[in-house]
């Protein structure tokens, strides 16, 4: 079973959404604690280990640390913004 760590950053932009959305999405981060490669994830091009999921209009961006079994959160944000600046 894999851990999760958020980045701060992260912490502060689930606070910014909407509460059936922000439930939805940390159900699917706590899934990846099981298959951090579910159905849906896309390796992101460019990148030697980040990975992201969807949900609605949200994507979650986090890599995997095999090594050590741990998934880093890096971002969650609207599709329309969360490729700035990863």
């Known amino acids: 079973m894999y851990s999760i760590l958020y980045k701060k950053s ?3 932009e689930l606070i910014k959404l909407p509460k059936t959305t922000k439930i939805q999405i940390i159900k699917k981060i706590q899934a990846l604690r099981d298959d951090p ?5 896309v390796k992101l ?3 030697s280990n980040l990975y992201r999921i969807r949900h609605l209009d949200y ?11 741990t998934i880093f959160v890096i971002k969650i944000a609207h ?3 969360v490729y700035k600046n990863i």
């Open 10 to 12: 992260v912490e502060k």
């Open 37 to 41: 490669g579910p159905n849906g994830s």
């Open 45 to 47: 091009r460019g990148s």
């Open 59 to 69: 994507r979650i961006i986090y890599s995997i640390d095999s090594g050590v079994l």
């Open 79 to 81: 599709r329309k913004e």
